[in-house]
């Protein structure tokens, strides 16, 4: 058994579930074993559109040695082969202002070194995502069928124009994370329709690159790599309608915002095995610092760090990509296409941010410092596919302490997982085997309980930290810290499930839902043997909003207390409470119940029932 004593984690402030910080380790050159399986024609991409705009501003670029050179051949030099450049109708407000043009400049500076080019049209003048999806100025007031017409021929001239100058692009996205629809409000999901203008919009484009040349590969892409109930429900919607004339699926998978490397496996497998088709990652990014540098917030830090399981670190970012391209080398028949790194050429430079109004949002996630420098990071694209290098073991470096919080005379719940920290910089949650799994204490105060967690092999220590208090929290597993819903009664729809994604949770794990169609549940759970007296229930929930009915509720001997709960925007959290219910008999049934139409989404976290 190892012990690692020394270097477990115990913070000043204990959190639900687990006691949480990265040690810091000492800096070494980066490790990134080879992986078996990469298909001899694996993408090794980049998304640099951000680039005429940064070099506009001054921005240089410089290889780890410290020799300036232009930023795509750096990008070569470390094993990149292809690049995607998204394009614009009509952009002025920046975030790189890139428009067909541009995007035909970029394209010939990439074939020039021997990249090949992803295209990815957003059909906006601005960014297009989940939650924009801006129909072109343009194109404003337009019919649905004169939009699948706009949508034909700007695909198509685009393409023409391309071709005449003996630059086509390898490959095209028609539109950019979808998962809502485009060129809103004709294309917006959820529709009366079941989508069928969204699809006629899509294979509109479709149509556009094979009229143009049927050997451009056509990409469909949606975010949310690690939800294949979405992606099942989306390329259904495309088979059904006749818009499924694609190649590739495209995913966004970012481990912070997407869900775990494990639930992006299954849905690469499924998909790619369901509809035929190969898969990229076209969308993924890792930190390397925390730090920010030009004074704007960046969307990335600590919380996601955690969420992610990777280091914000240069090595950190290695692995995280390393173990990406492992995930895809294992899709089933080789359907496991590549990745594309999201901007990894975007750091701070004052007047290149995501507007021309506003800085950088993305500095740590890039693999440049702030000076421009590449980071050895860079060096697991050519790592990753040389057999020549020793395999050096992963090993586990700690376990970080872990933390839970109960009552006097009845049991606790400790935590079924632990965090681990690898010697890459990675981290996992591994099952723990306590000593006592549920202790009893008769007095406040702290405890402390021994477990260990395997690993190849081997045990490693961990422990716990209990805050017993005078209050007594009588729901089980009200924070869904083991990524389950275990204790739990889900009637309805199946809509609801445990989920693990920076923003969507207050701690590691929170309950979820979404569906794309009408939905109703109801989560309860019957608590029993209760003291009499009075109680408060407690819920804290963030989402989108919008149901038609969403309650908190507790029912005692045949009386139901109710409350409402509104919901505003994502990570926008609010607590709902019901107080002073009345218990006799020992038993309530605590809850939430809600009817939702299509679409409707969010987290519900950290339920208590505490004796007043």
Partial sequence: MKRNLLKRVVLAALVAGSLAAWQPLSEAAVQVNPVAGMRPDFIKGADVSMLPEMEAAGAKFYDVDGTQLDEMQIMKNHGVNWVRFRVWNNPTQGGGNIDAKRALALTKRAHALGLKVLIDFHYSDWWADPAHQATPAAWAGHSAARLEQDVYNYTRDTLKMFQQAGEQPEMVQVGNEIKNGMLWPTGQLPAKDGGQELCRLIASGERAVRDTDKKIQIMIHLPDGGDN??????????KTHAADDYDVIGLSYYP????????????INDVSQRYGKDVVIAETAFGYTNQDFDGTPNCYGSEQERIGGFKSSVQGQATGLRAVMERLAQVPNGRGLGLFYWEPDWYAVRGAGVSNSEGDQWENLAMFDKDGKALESWDVFNKVSDASQPVVPVTVEYVE?????GGMEAPIALPPLARVVFSDEHAEMLPVTWATPAPVYHAQGKYTVDGTVSYGGEKHDVLCVVNVS?????????DFEGINLNGWKIEGDPCVSAIQKAGDALGQ????????KKFAFTA??????LPDGKYTLRVSTQGG????????????????????IKDTKWNEWHTVEIKDIEVKGGTATIGVTMQAKPGTWGSLDNFEFIKQ
């Avoid at 992606?231 to 919607?237: G, L, P, T, V």
């Avoid at 912070?256 to 849905?267: I, P, R, S, Y």
């Avoid at 302490?401 to 919080?405: E, F």
């Fill in 470 to 478: 005078d209050k007594i929290n009588y729901v089980q597993n009200g």
């Fill in 401 to 405: 302490t872990q933390a839970a919080t």
């Fill in 229 to 238: 109930a979405l992606f099942r429900s989306f390329f259904d919607m495309l």
């Fill in 509 to 516: 794990g929170a309950m979820h839902y979404w569906s794309d």
């Fill in 545 to 564: 909003g919008g149901q038609s009915k969403y309650e908190l509720f507790c029912e005692v001997n045949g009386k139901r207390q109710t409350a409402g």
């Fill in 524 to 529: 309860s759970q019957t608590l029993k043997n």
């Fill in 256 to 267: 912070f915002w997407h869900g775990t490397l494990d639930a992006m496996q299954k849905n």
